[in-house]
């Protein structure tokens, strides 16, 4: 009786992966290896390239480093109005990726955001494009992390707290080590995020090649001129750079 059903849905699955196989097909049909190879050799292009690898490793990084401390108190706490935190950590997920580059924006022009700017220049700058990065990608890693210690049986270290262990050791002793895989599949999330990012990185740090254009901002730059052919040859190694992400992610074991 239930066999049409999911046979329906089956059929519903191949259609939808034939559509991205037929998008991905035609975009890598579109050139050939002899022009991959001639745009890859651009200064520009390598540039864009560099500067991404760096800017997604260190806006990863630092967004690991606020997921797993905030993914640990999510996931342990009864806090108050819990369901609004959590919500509230998710802003930057649903928030359109512009409007996140300018609130950014708009940030930096205040008082305080001036100040800052006097210590450490964001604003269209290297550090703006780690920052945009950042700003999106932490909340990745943040929910990522947390479903991680939630999937994480508490009992251990509450056996340890009862051992004489402190809140901070069970942490650092116990829970951390249990949530290695979780968090190599949190840097991944994060460092693919911040990959595809592109309305705050051009919104916030801007598209001024040889200092902040990123792999993003390449293809629209790119585009903007008609040069498809430059276009497409980044987007083919952004979608390799995405495929070997997605696989590294489902060896950790873990679900984005």
Request: hydrophobic content about 60%; glycine content about 8%; some cysteine.
């Amino acid at each position: 009786m239930t066999r049409p059903f999911w046979m329906l849905l089956m059929v519903g699955l191949g259609l939808y992966l034939l559509f991205w196989g037929l998008l991905i097909a035609a975009t890598a049909g579109f050139t050939d290896a002899a022009t991959l190879g001639r745009i890859w050799l651009r200064p520009e292009i390598l540039h864009a390239a560099g500067l991404s690898l760096l800017s997604c490793t260190l806006a990863a990084a630092l967004a690991l480093g606020v997921a797993v401390p905030l993914g640990y108190l999510m996931a342990r706490r009864a806090l108050p109005a819990k369901t609004w935190l959590d919500a509230a950590l998710d802003i930057p997920i649903v928030l359109p990726p512009m409007v996140v580059g300018l609130c950014l924006l708009i940030f930096f022009q205040t008082r305080l955001g001036r100040a800052i700017e006097q210590v450490i220049p964001l604003t269209y700058t290297m550090g703006g494009v780690v920052l945009a990065q950042w700003t999106v990608a932490a909340a990745f890693a943040i929910r990522s992390m947390r479903s991680c210690f939630d999937q994480l049986c508490p009992r251990p270290e509450q056996i340890a707290l009862t051992l004489g262990a402190t809140d901070f050791q069970a942490f650092r002793l116990v829970a951390l080590p249990a949530a290695r895989r979780g968090m190599i599949a949190a840097f991944c999330i994060a460092w693919a995020r911040s990959m595809g990012e592109f309305g705050p990185i051009l919104v916030f740090a801007g598209a001024t090649r040889m200092k902040t254009e990123v792999l993003p901002t390449t293809v629209w730059l790119e585009l903007s001129v008609g040069n498809l052919d430059a276009a497409v040859a980044v987007s083919l190694v952004m979608i390799a750079l995405s495929a070997a992400i997605l696989v590294l992610v489902r060896r950790t074991g873990q679900r984005l």
